[in-house]
C-alpha cells in the first residue's frame, strides 16, 4: 500500500541524528521487526515517489501497523508547513533545499534509544551502530532474520566483561568470553548500560517520562549513568518525542553562532536555551535540519 506523507526514507535513517541502526536493506527494500502492542510485527519499506510503499506481516490490524509506522517515521508532522517555517527565518530558508524529505527517526523502544544513546556519545555512527545491532543479536528475540532490542531486565542479566563471564561460567579460557557487553564494542560504556538497565527495570518507568512536562523529563534522565545533557535531550527527542529538546553539541554551538552571533563564542548550554527558546516545538527539526545542512552545504568545513 501507498502511504502518502512525503519522505526521503534513506535520508531519514541515514542523517547521523538517528538513535536507532537503520533498518535492514536489501534491493532498496528496508525492512525491520517493530513490536506492535506486544506483537512481533515485520515492516517492509520502499521509497515510492515522494511517498513509501509499505506492506507488514503479523497478527495486527493494518490500522494499528500504519499508526506504528507514522510514529516511527513522524509521518503526521507536516513537512510542508515547517518548509514554510524555515522560509520565513533568514538563517534557515535555504534548509529545505539540502534537507527535502528528512523527518525524525523516533525509536519504537524507548529502551533501545537510551542505550543506543549512551553508546552514541564520543562514538562514530559506525561503532555505535554496529554494536547496537550486535546487542540485539545476542540477547533481544529472533524473528526471522531480525531481532527485538532486549528488555532491560534481560540486559541486566548479562554479563559486564570477559572477566566476569570466566568467573561466572564453565568456559576455561577467557579468549572464548564473548557474551558479554564489552564483547559488542562498547568499551567503557557497558557499566553505564548495566546501571540504566537497573533503572529501568526497577527505579523509573518509561510510562511516567511520556507524562511529565519537559523538565522534569530532562532531569529524570539526566539521572542515568553516561548521560549529560546533549545525550538527555537527544533521548527526548528520539526516545520520547518531546518535539522542544535542541541536543547540542560543539558542532550545533558553531553553526547556531555562525548563523545567529556572527560567530561569537557562546557555550554549549547558552546554545541549547536559545534553540529552544526560539524554535519552541519546531527546535528538534530544526537542529536535526540545522546539522545536515551544515554537513551538505560545506558549512561545516568552513566551520572547522
Not at 533568514?90 to 533501545?112: I, T
Not at 542505550?115 to 555512527?125: G, H, V, W, Y
Not at 559506525?126 to 533481544?140: A, D, L, M, V
Request: hydrophobic share 40%; proline share 4%; with cysteine.
Amino acid at each position: 500500500m501507498i502511504v502518502e506523507a512525503p519522505i526521503d526514507l534513506e535520508l531519514t535513517q541515514l542523517s547521523g541524528q538517528t538513535s536507532q541502526p537503520p533498518w535492514m536493506e536489501v534491493d532498496n527494500c528496508y525492512s525491520n521487526v517493530v513490536l506492535v502492542d506486544g506483537e512481533p510485527v515485520v515492516f517492509n519499506l520502499r521509497q515510492a515517489g515522494d511517498f513509501l510503499d509499505f506492506n507488514f506481516r503479523g497478527n495486527v490490524s493494518q490500522k494499528k501497523a500504519i499508526s506504528k509506522l507514522s510514529y516511527i517515521f513522524d509521518l503526521d508532522f507536516d513537512l510542508n508547513k515547517f518548509y514554510k517555517y524555515l522560509g520565513n527565518h533568514a538563517e534557515l530558508a535555504e534548509m529545505s533545499k539540502f534537507c527535502n524529505g528528512l523527518r525524525l527517526f523516533l525509536a519504537p523502544d524507548p529502551f533501545e534509544c537510551i542505550i543506543s544513546s549512551i553508546c552514541s556519545a564520543n562514538n562514530s555512527i559506525k561503532r555505535w551502530t554496529k554494536s547496537i545491532s550486535q546487542i540485539k543479536c545476542n540477547w533481544g528475540n529472533q524473528y526471522g532474520n531480525y531481532y527485538t532490542f532486549p528488555q532491560s531486565k534481560d540486559l541486566l542479566n548479562v554479563y559486564l566483561d570477559e572477566e566476569q563471564e570466566l568467573n561466572s561460567s564453565n568456559i576455561q579460557n577467557i579468549s572464548m568470553c564473548n557474551n558479554n557487553l564489552k564483547s559488542c564494542g562498547v568499551g567503557y560504556r557497558a557499566p553505564y548500560m548495566r546501571m540504566a538497565s537497573e533503572m529501568f527495570t526497577g527505579e523509573i518507568d518509561f510510562r511516567e517520562i511520556f507524562a511529565m512536562d519537559y523538565d522534569e523529563a530532562f532531569e529524570t534522565i539526566l539521572k542515568v549513568p553516561g548521560v549529560g545533557p546533549k545525550v538527555a535531550d537527544c533521548i527526548l527527542l528520539y526516545g520520547f518525542n518531546f518535539r522542544e529538546a535542541f541536543p547540542s553539541d560543539v558542532w550545533i554551538k558553531r553553526i547556531v553562532s555562525h548563523l545567529y552571533f556572527d560567530g561569537k563564542d557562546m557555550s554549549v548550554a547558552k546554545v541549547r536555551d536559545f534553540g529552544m527558546e526560539e524554535f519552541g516545538n519546531n527546535a528538534g527539526y530544526v537542529q536535526l535540519y540545522l546539522f545536515h545542512y551544515a554537513r551538505k552545504s560545506g558549512l561545516m568545513s568552513k566551520l572547522k
